[in-house]
């Protein structure tokens, strides 16, 4: 294995300037040798972060991958097209690290799966809200038998007024899905994560859309507004019992933004946002508020990406492996397909 790893961007927008780049620019065992994005003025920004020279920058991601010598591709474009150039990325002989919601269907991931398994390199998911320390102390809480056995989780990621106006995230070309692929995917993937994955079975939900396609105190162009929800509401059943409800919306008439992941169990609960412990003890019901004291790592996404590059150098796993994004897309899929139906679907 050589002495830097060489990185190659495929999607050069804010997310992988803002978020991923930042983190890559940490490691010294790492460095951004290629960029590819449609956009001239993305990848013209992305190279003044970067430093990626003018010749190794592309507007063709297949051109990128038989031009440069990588061992790693960040892939950050649009929901719609995460699965084709990670696939591609991993057939050229490179890890793979995704963004969030790792594909746009369930068929998708399996088929990024199959081609991980061709390649025998490894495709993580980004999930960044996975490497707070506060995420990171509550799994250890729950592990340790904290809260006992988890039957039942809240996932909420709810925005009063909060559509994206800027980006392709509005656009059903372009993302697919609204707030439920785009922020609803996170608290969904902390809430398994928290509980171990189980096995999902079935799904009930229901989309919405009634204030984000008419003028409104938002931003965003209402008119160029696509995709087919703002809010998403649902309810998920596993195989051993446990139950998960879930909501995300972009907009909605409450009295602010409601974030939370709560897990239930019979010995106690956790708490996210305010990151909290329930136990019962001494005759009480104790709600407890931890000092996390230090975590040791970079938080966020430039843990994770830590973490991914760890796994590529000892032969260690995905931090966040495609199994269990599949999980998570099984359930977001089924949310769509509910609502479509208009009732409970196997997933």
Known sequence: MREKLRVGFIGTGAIARNSHMPGWLKLSNCEIVALCDVSEQATAAAAEVTKVAKG??????????????????????????HAPPSIAALEAGCHVIVEKPVATSADEVRAMIAARDASQKLLCIVQNMRYSNEAIAAKRFVEQGGIGDAYWAKAEYLRARGVPAWGAFIAEELSAGGPCYDIGVHVLDLALHLMGFPEPISVSANTWLEIANRPSVMAHNPKKYTVPEELAAGFARFENGVCVSIGASWALNATGNLNNVSVFGTEGGVQMFPFTLVREDYGMLLNCTPQVIGGGGAGGHAEEIAQFVNAITTGGSAPVPPEQALITQRILDGIYKSAGAGHEVTV
Do not use: K
Request: proline share 4%; aromatic share 12%; charged share 25%.
């Open 56 to 81: 190794h920058i592309y507007s063709d991601y297949e051109q990128m991958l038989a031009a440069e010598d990588l061992d790693i591709v960040d892939v950050c474009t649009p929901n719609r097209f």
